[in-house]
Every structure is written in C-alpha cells, then in structure tokens.
C-alpha cells in the first residue's frame, strides 16, 4: 500500500521559512518521481516542485523558484521541501504526490498517481 505522510505546516509571517517533509512508502521510492502540489480554495492543485529520487532532477514552478528548494534523502524515503521568503499567496494546502515523471524540464503526472494527505501553510502576520 502507498503511503504518503506530509508534515511541518503551520503558520508563518511574511518572509518567514517553513520545511516540508514527505515520509513515502509502499513502491520503489529510489526510481520514482515525487512531487508537492498545493492548492487554495476555489482553484485548482497545482505543481510546486518535484524531484527525480532516481537522478537528482529538480523542477519548480515559476512561483517557488529561487525561494523554494526540493531535496530528497533516500535512505529514509522522504522528500523535503525547504520555503523561504514566504508570502500571503503561498498559503495553501501542501500535498505530496507520487510517482511522478519530474526533469529540469517539467513533469507529467502518471494515469495512477498517489496523494498524501495535505498539510496547512498559512502565511500572516
């Protein structure tokens, strides 16, 4: 059974960081690709950031890059996602999804994919 197990939401004030953990099992994390969505009310999910854990391939969406940093620590299964310089618009629920195809690219979503439960980021001051 896949299991995708997000952590570290909460609330933060603009500028602030937040790290994101996703603790995966139940498929081949070491040749797979990870992701984190978020989404708001009334809008769609959308891609943040994903990584290749088989490559080290990284891709960020124009709203997380040079403030968000995707990494991934194979030997516990669990991908990260490190937020700075948060903003009011960056609130949203966070979820982890896998597998994904992910390169410097872009990435494509499989026709069976799997999603973690979500974690609140709220940011306010």
């Known amino acids: 059974e896949v299991q995708l197990v997000e952590s570290g939401g909460g609330l933060v004030q603009p500028g602030g960081s937040l790290r994101l953990s996703c603790a995966a099992s139940g498929f081949s994390f070491d040749d797979s690709g990870v992701g984190w969505f978020r989404q708001v009310p009334g809008k769609e999910r959308e891609l943040v950031s994903c990584?290749?854990?088989?490559?080290?391939?990284?891709y960020y969406a124009d709203s997380g890059k040079g403030r968000f940093i995707i990494s991934s620590d194979n030997a516990k299964n669990t991908v990260y996602l490190q937020m700075n310089s948060l903003k009011p618009e960056d609130a949203a629920v966070y979820y982890c999804?896998?597998?994904?195809?992910?390169?410097?690219?872009?990435?494509?979503?499989?026709?069976?994919?799997?999603w973690g439960q979500g974690t609140q980021v709220t940011v306010s001051s």
């Open positions: 990584i290749s854990t088989a490559d080290g391939s990284t």
């Open positions: 999804v896998a597998p994904l195809y992910c390169s410097d690219l872009g990435f494509a979503r499989f026709d069976r994919d799997y």
